[in-house]
C-alpha cells in the first residue's frame, strides 16, 4: 500500500530553466566544470519548484538528460550517435525523432547514468522528501536503435538491452535508491498491436533482482513528445495483462483523456496501488485547486485512499516552467483539500 495515503508525487521529467535551454544548444562555448555547475544548478531549480509545491515525492526533474531517454544513449557502446530523422520539417510528431545505427556489440561499461543522478538528487534534497529515480526500461530504449544483422528487429535489440538496464536498477538500489519508476510508454503506446505477454515477461525480467529491495512503479502512456500523444489512447486492450507486471504502483494517465475508462483504476487496485493522472501536461489550463480536488473524489469511488497517489499524466519536461510550476502547486492544494475532508 501507499506510504502515506493520497501521496502526490511526479513521473520523473521538469522543463528545463530557459537559460538551460539556450546552453544545451551551444555546449561547445563552455568548458566541462561550466557545464557541472549548470547541471547542479538546474537540479536545485528543479528540486525548488518541487518542495515549494509540497509534494511527497519528488525526483532530479532529469535536468541532466535530453528528453526523458535521449542522453543514456551516448553511454551505450556499439553505436553511432548519428541520429537519422526521416523528417526535419512541417509539424512537429514523433517521425522527427532520430534513429542510432548499430554498429556493434551493445554495452554500457560505464553504467546509463542514472546513478550519478541520483546521489545528485540525494545531496542537494532536503531531508524528509521521498526521492524518485526513474529510468526508461530495454523496450523503450530499444526503440531509437535500428535492427541490424545481429541484432535483426527490436525484440533481439530489447533484450541485448534488457541486462544493461537490469545492472542500472541494481546499481541503484546499492546506492541507497528507495523508490525507482521503470518508464516503458513504448509498451503502452503499442500494446494493441504486440504481444502483450512477451511484453509483461520483458518488464518483469528487467526489474527482477530489485523487486523486494525497493518500491517500483511504471508510468503507461501515449507519448508526449511536442505535446502529442503517439499511441492509441485506450486502456482497455493492455488488461488483464499488464496487471501482472511485478510492481507496486501503476500509473494511469486520465486528465488528458477526460477521465476516460476510469472505472478501470477498480481492476488495477486489488492488485496494485495506482497513481492517477490528474494534471494534464498537454493543455495550458491550469487547473484550480477545486477542479483538483473534485477529480481526487472521482477517484475515490474507484479506489481507497491508501491505494491511491496523485500525480500529472506524464513527465512535464513539454510543459513551459511557469505553467508546470503553478499546476504542481495547484495539484497538491487540491489533493490537501480532499486529505482535509477525509481527516487524513
Known amino acids: 500500500m501507499q506510504p502515506n495515503p493520497l501521496r502526490t508525487t511526479v513521473i520523473g521529467s521538469y522543463p528545463f530553466p530557459s537559460w538551460l535551454e539556450f546552453a ?23 528540486i525548488h ?21 535521449l542522453s543514456f544513449y551516448g553511454y551505450l557502446n556499439g553505436i553511432e550517435l548519428e541520429s537519422v530523422s526521416p ?16 554498429t556493434g556489440t551493445l554495452a554500457a561499461p560505464r553504467g546509463l547514468g542514472a546513478v550519478d ?3 545528485r538528487l540525494a545531496r542537494l534534497a532536503p531531508a524528509g522528501v521521498t526521492l524518485k529515480a526513474s529510468v526508461p526500461g ?3 530504449l530499444s526503440g531509437r536503435l535500428i535492427p541490424n544483422k545481429q541484432y535483426p528487429d527490436r525484440f533481439a535489440v530489447t533484450e541485448a538491452l534488457l541486462p544493461i538496464v537490469q545492472q542500472e536498477l541494481v546499481a541503484l538500489v546499492e546506492a541507497g535508491c528507495r523508490e525507482i519508476t521503470v518508464d516503458e510508454p513504448s509498451m503502452s503506446c503499442y500494446a ?13 525480467r528487467t526489474l527482477e533482482p530489485i523487486v523486494e529491495r525497493c518500491r517500483t512503479s511504471t508510468h503507461l502512456c501515449f507519448g508526449n513528445f511536442k505535446g502529442h500523444a503517439v499511441g492509441t489512447r485506450q486502456y482497455a486492450p493492455m488488461f488483464p495483462d499488464f496487471l501482472d507486471f511485478n510492481v507496486d504502483e501503476i500509473h494511469v494517465e486520465m486528465a488528458s483523456r477526460e477521465f476516460a475508462e ?14 492517477v493522472g490528474i494534471i494534464d501536461v ?18 475515490l469511488e474507484y479506489v481507497s485512499p491508501d491505494r491511491l497517489s496523485l500525480s500529472p499524466d506524464c513527465g512535464l519536461s513539454q510543459t513551459a516552467r511557469w505553467a508546470a510550476r503553478q499546476k504542481l502547486c495547484n495539484m497538491v492544494a487540491g489533493v490537501k483539500q480532499v486529505r482535509k475532508e477525509l481527516g487524513l
Request: hydrophobic share 40%; charged share 30%; proline share 5%.
Open 117 to 119: 543522478e541520483f546521489q
Open 138 to 140: 530495454p523496450f523503450t
Open 24 to 46: 544545451s544548444q551551444h555546449l561547445s562555448e563552455f568548458g566541462s566544470a561550466d557545464i557541472a555547475e549548470m547541471q547542479e544548478d538546474a537540479v536545485i531549480a528543479a
Open 49 to 69: 519548484d518541487q518542495v515549494a509545491a509540497d509534494l511527497d515525492v519528488i525526483t532530479d526533474g532529469e535536468q541532466t538528460r535530453f528528453d526523458f531517454n
Open 192 to 204: 494493441a498491436k504486440l504481444d502483450r505477454r512477451r511484453l509483461v515477461d520483458i518488464f518483469n
Open 87 to 102: 523528417r526535419r520539417f512541417g509539424p512537429p510528431a514523433h517521425d522527427q525523432r532520430g534513429r542510432h545505427a548499430i
Open 282 to 299: 498537454k493543455s495550458y489550463y491550469i487547473e484550480t485547486p477545486d477542479d483538483v480536488a473534485a477529480r481526487v473524489r472521482r477517484c
Open 262 to 275: 476510469l472505472e478501470l483504476i477498480a481492476e488495477i487496485v486489488p492488485r496494485r496501488d495506482v497513481s
